[in-house]
């Protein structure tokens, strides 16, 4: 609605502007035109006004509906294709939330907006969650909620704002301690400098043989390291990218539009990106090196999770 008024204010200054001036050349240039019966300025005022209203309407229109084509952005499955990515993203809901032992979903620090922070909390206190504890500087956190969160037995581990640490960093690590054997980071994704962090945490945990994954609605963010191979829940047409991280990685590409067989993906290029699922059951296989895998589907689960390598042959 906001973005609606602002266009529709926008449109109508601009042809005020345009009605201002037409109406005074006709008033100083063109009141010889103007019929014996009528006045002048009463002449140049309807002339203008009945082309520039009817103008009005219609560019509103159009500048509308090309703002929401804009935000919407181009989906090559179109209509079902959005509808699959809705569907996906409402699979992250109360249901799988209340199921889901190592979710972490961050409320404090991290370079983004308050109005973001607090929607993280909002979707736990909507949704009746009551998390094991909370983690963080608490800078987003006021004080009703952490009061009700509080009253709720929730268990609130509060930290200083200035430390060398992040709260992704502090809430994996409280997890990990309380015994959490697969780690889902909800709400890390956004701000650069923050998602590139929780990429360094994926790739420390996924080092130590711990199975952790960044989801948002349409998206899941995996590391992968070597030797290890995992498989995709994702539907065909799924768009999956894959970059190396650090030096370059030798991989394998079962089920994806471009497969590859032990072929190498250079860590200063861009050839990994822009893939896409062909079928059920895609597999990714690292052979050396670590890798980071995209998946633009916030349900995606990787079912088939790590297993041994193909031996080579």
């Known amino acids: 609605m906001r973005g609606w008024r602002s266009l529709a204010l926008a449109v109508f200054v601009a042809l005020a502007a345009r009605f201002v ?136 581990a509060r930290h200083p704002v200035r430390k060398d640490v992040t709260d992704g960093e502090l809430a994996v690590e409280a997890a990990r301690a309380r015994g959490a054997g697969e780690l889902v980071l909800a709400g890390a994704l956004g701000a650069l400098d923050h998602t590139l962090g929780h990429l360094a945490i994926l790739r420390r945990l996924a080092a130590g043989g711990v199975t952790a994954r960044l989801v948002a609605p349409r998206l899941t963010v995996r590391v992968v390291c070597s030797p290890a191979q995992v498989v995709l829940d994702a539907p065909a047409g799924t768009r999956v990218s894959l970059a190396p991280l650090g030096e370059d990685a030798v991989v394998s590409l079962d089920g994806l539009a471009y497969p590859l067989v032990r072929g190498t993906l250079p860590a200063a290029a861009c050839l990994g990106l822009g893939n896409a699922v062909t079928g059920r ?33």
Do not use: K, M
């Open 21 to 156: 001036f037409h109406f005074l050349s006709g008033l100083i240039f063109f009141a010889s035109y103007a019929p014996e019966w009528e006045a002048p300025w009463l002449y140049a005022a309807t002339y203008n006004l009945l082309y520039l209203v009817p103008e009005g309407v219609l560019t509103t229109a159009a500048a509308v509906a090309g703002a929401q084509g804009l935000r919407r952005g181009p989906s090559p499955a179109g209509h079902a294709g959005r509808a699959r990515e809705r569907r996906a993203g409402r699979r992250l809901s109360r249901r799988r939330v209340r199921g889901a032992r190592g979710l972490l979903l961050r409320v404090g620090c991290g370079g983004r907006p308050r109005r973001r922070r607090r929607r993280r909390r909002r979707f736990l206190l909507a949704h009746e969650v009551t998390p094991d504890l909370v983690v963080g500087d608490f800078d987003s956190l006021d004080a009703a909620s952490a009061e009700r969160l509080a009253a709720a037995g929730v268990e609130l």
């Open 281 to 313: 059951g895609a597999r990714i296989e690292v052979h050396s090196g670590e890798l980071v895998v995209l998946v633009a589907l916030g349900a995606e689960t990787f079912a088939g999770e790590c297993r041994p390598p193909t031996p080579a042959a």
